[in-house]
């Protein structure tokens, strides 16, 4: 059976919880129930309890931002995949301002990727090269290193319920998303590399998001891109109305696509 297209929203630090609340209720109103089309909202910790009471959960997901790797224990300040194990379905891991701005490497992702998992939360591993990556015709070596090393500790059953998003660092935030045979390529390299790691079946349940500059207006290319089974959505999420649109947009796909 085809999965669902699935369109990610993260809220990265922005949104209250008073203000969370408001814009899953405002989504709430714009988006239809449609079983073609998962949505997920990534807030911020803080808000991840109150709206799992508030959600719809015919219509939205949750998704924590980030988490721990370790179950429990001395650490303060942080919070384990273990305590978000009920609240959320699914983490992004490995989001390029976590490996940017707190010096993630590719072991602290990986353990986070197996920590997700054993927890019964599916991790969505996001992958990209940064621009001086790209200037410098990096960007399949670092697909590579990223996605390989992410899920070496995983078996072949576990795999299948990974997402991964690609994100070219460089087109975040850009409003210029990256062009589509480029997509189409990376997200090709990146199957491969789950191809040659799991093989076929493997391969071809994974799901793989695109993810940077995504607005309304670039849905309907992207998801027409074959290989991309979703998107990840960053500033546009924060906008109720660029973020219905967006499911829509996904939706309409979902209907040629079936
Ligand atoms: C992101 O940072 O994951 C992202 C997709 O951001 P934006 O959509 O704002 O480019």
Redesign the pocket.
């Given at each position: 059976m085809k999965k669902p297209i699935l369109v990610v929203g993260?809220w990265?630090m922005h949104l209250n919880t008073q203000e969370a609340s408001t814009l899953v209720h405002r989504l709430s109103q714009s988006i239809k129930v449609h079983r073609s089309v998962e949505v997920v909202i990534a807030p911020s910790l803080l808000s991840l309890q109150p709206l799992s009471l508030e959600i719809d959960r015919r219509k939205f997901r949750l998704a924590a931002q980030d988490a721990y790797f370790k179950d429990e224990g001395a650490f303060t300040g942080e919070v384990s995949f273990t305590m978000l194990r009920d609240l959320v379905h699914y983490s992004?891991v490995g989001?390029?301002?976590r490996r940017i701005s707190f010096n993630e490497t590719l072991e602290v992702v990986r353990e986070k990727v197996n920590a997700a998992v054993r927890n019964g939360i599916v991790p969505i591993l996001?992958v990209g090269e940064t621009k001086e990556e790209h200037d410098a015709g990096e960007t399949k070596q670092v697909l590579h290193d990223q996605v390989t090393s992410a899920i070496s500790g995983l078996t072949s059953e576990d795999i299948r319920d990974v997402v991964v998003?690609y994100?070219p660092v460089w087109?975040?935030?850009?409003?210029d998303?990256e062009k589509p045979e480029s997509i189409k390529r990376n997200i090709d390299y990146i199957r491969m590399q789950v191809r040659e790691l799991y093989g076929e079946t493997a391969a071809s349940e994974v799901r793989l998001l695109y993810?940077?500059?995504?607005?309304p207006d670039f849905v309907h290319g992207i998801l027409s891109i074959e290989g991309v089974d979703g998107?990840?959505?960053?500033?546009?999420?924060l906008n109720h109305k660029q973020f219905a649109a967006i499911i829509d947009g996904a939706y309409q796909i979902a209907i040629t696509r079936s």
């Open positions: 993260n990265k992004i989001h390029s301002s996001c998003a994100e087109a975040i935030g850009t409003g998303p993810g940077a500059s995504v607005e998107l990840l959505v960053g500033g546009a999420s």
